[in-house]
């Protein structure tokens, strides 16, 4: 899919206010602007969304007054001028004339705002904007946050039921880490759109500044020496790795049940920001709640059979899980490596574009990566565009709608707000075969033992004693209900295994038959994307769940509307998930921003306001 240059992403509200306009004034009176920051070097490439770089003047992948100085100093310029083709990209009226009119469409290009910031539901767009206006700095941003897991996580709020038990581990350098980020916008300016953005990781990705418990009491001092390799790329990008999120012991349930620093055979479940009552989801469900709860900027997640994807739907995330191989596994606690993938969630789909721009490369240490190699988009903002769904071909397998009422009247919605958008959406006849696709298992128990070997091995802090899983279980410190989910992951041997994920093993051969199956359905029906809801409210719908881990598809989920009351005046909601071909995540990032532009059906949970 291409995104048309006419139709570029269009923003919730102007960034440009009162300073912006007063810059304007002071170019038209020819007055030198004071610049935000010093631009001294080149950011890096396509770090925001089209409509913020189209008419970018200097060639640094962003408007800012530096532009606008080029711009003042140009007005009157006409087509018939010799230096026309060097600013005719701003005469965005058309009248071959560079007037005022376009100084003020260029200015609302620049990522600078200068009024109120409020943090609740702020996009990164948001926080780039008021930090390089300097109404607030990453220091501040961060220590805002920090105030709210404190205020917020651990404690029964008016109108709830139970605490959200969102986060394991806030991180002791975090604000360090922001004031570096301060100091990098100062000198360069904004060099990436994560730079001092506070983002949360789900507590199975390695962090040399953290533990890495993976839910469970028994690795409580799992401190690594290293990053997981796609913590390294969030650190590059400048993103503040602010906490550690909780999650389903190991990754395993929907629950997000953990042990970790609780007495032993003591456990904590976290709860939805909606309905304190519900589980958040999982096996990533301390990521949704903490993002939902406005507790971090955004966060990140890991997928091997949903767990990306409930949380986000259980909590009115965008959620993306992408193409097996598309982000390095190294350095995360796996579940089961021929599924397991990370991905963000987000308040919104410009932020999970945002956040995986800084995650994707080949990694030697996870040699499946080693398939994106010249399918990576520079940027995965590059689709986003409200007229992404014009003439789009979507299909839909109407037994993956489910039986769930409301669940099915949103849907039907969802498909028609599709095609007010301009898609076209068509009933798909499955083949035989994707019954099949959907009920193959997930391989978390006949690979977890052999996969968690490797990450002990390779990965595991040399001070925790308990290194296997009979170690775990003679511990006594995990999640206890589940002893004989251990004990039958510890009785796999090594010949059940290799009979199931080896090189010519059934459920290896399976993942590849499914993604032959499923690739050749869409290219048969010429569709760009499938749709189907990815959860009925707190509850999952058969197997939907399977098609992009049973594929190794990329898929994106994001709210297609409420289904009832929530506590505090809540309203729970649930999502609609958009399955594409391998690689192609920003295909439907494109269409489910068009999707989320055209309805805005996210809502913030009201049992957690701002504070004071």
Known sequence: MTTPV???????????????????????????????????????????????????????????????????????????????????????????????????????????????????????????????????????????????????????????????????????????????????????????????????????????????????????????????????????????????????????????????????????????PYNTANTA??????????????LAGLGFGTDTGGSIRVPSSYNQLVG???????????????????????????????????????????????????????????????????????????????????SNSATAALFEEAKATLEEQGAEVVLITPPAGFSAVLAEGSGSTNEFKHDLNEYVENHLAASVTQRSIQDILAGGNYVTSRRSIYVQRDNVTEQTYQAWAGATGTHTTQLATGKALVTQMMDDNNLDALIYPSTAAYSTIGTNMRLSPNTGMPAVTLPMGSTGAGQGGSTVGVNIEFLGRDFDEAGILGLAYDFEQATEYRTSPALYPALG
């Open 320 to 402: 993306v899980r992408p193409t097996v191989g598309l982000t390095s596994r190294d350095g995360i606690i796996p579940l089961a490596l021929s599924q397991d993938t990370g991905g963000p969630m987000a308040r919104s789909v410009v932020d999970t574009a945002v956040a995986l721009d800084a995650v994707v490369g080949i990694d030697s240490a996870d040699p499946v990566t080693s398939r994106q190699a010249g399918l990576v988009p520079d940027s995965y903002t590059s689709e986003l565009t409200d007229t992404a769904l014009e003439g789009a071909r979507i299909g839909y397998v109407a037994s993956m709608v489910g």
């Open 6 to 272: 006419h139709s570029p992403i269009a923003p919730k509200r102007a960034l440009a206010s009162a300073a912006t306009i007063a810059v304007i004034a002071a170019i038209t009176a020819g007055i030198a602007p004071v610049a935000a920051a010093t631009t001294t070097e080149a950011t890096t490439a396509a770090i925001l969304a089209p409509y913020y770089t189209q008419l970018d003047l200097t060639g640094d992948d962003q408007v800012t007054t530096a532009d606008l100085d080029i711009a003042g100093s140009s007005l009157g310029t006409t087509s018939s001028d010799a230096g026309w083709s060097a600013v005719s990209v701003i005469d965005t009226d058309g009248d071959n004339v560079i007037t005022i009119a376009d100084l003020a469409s260029l200015s609302q290009r620049m990522i600078y705002d200068d009024g109120p910031f409020e943090l609740i539901e702020a996009s990164t767009i948001d926080m780039q904007a008021a930090m390089n206006a300097g109404v607030i700095t990453s220091v501040e941003l961060t220590q805002d946050y920090i105030d709210r897991i404190n205020a917020y996580d651990r404690t029964v709020v008016a109108g709830g039921t139970r605490p959200l038990n969102s986060i394991i581990t806030v991180s002791d350098v975090a604000l360090q880490a922001a004031a570096a980020a301060d100091a990098e916008r100062a000198t360069y300016g904004m060099t990436n759109m994560l730079l001092g953005v506070p983002i949360v990781l789900k507590d199975n990705y390695d962090t040399a500044d953290m533990v890495t418990t993976g839910g469970c009491g028994c690795w409580r001092d799992n401190q690594t020496t290293t990053d997981a390799t796609m913590v390294a790329g969030l650190r590059d990008a400048g993103a503040v790795v602010l906490a550690k999120a909780s999650l389903d012991e190991f990754a395993y349930g929907f629950v997000s049940e953990f042990s970790s620093f609780q007495t032993p055979g003591s456990t904590l479940l976290v709860a939805s």
């Open 281 to 294: 989801g999982g096996s990533s469900g301390g990521t949704g709640a903490a993002v939902s709860a406005n």
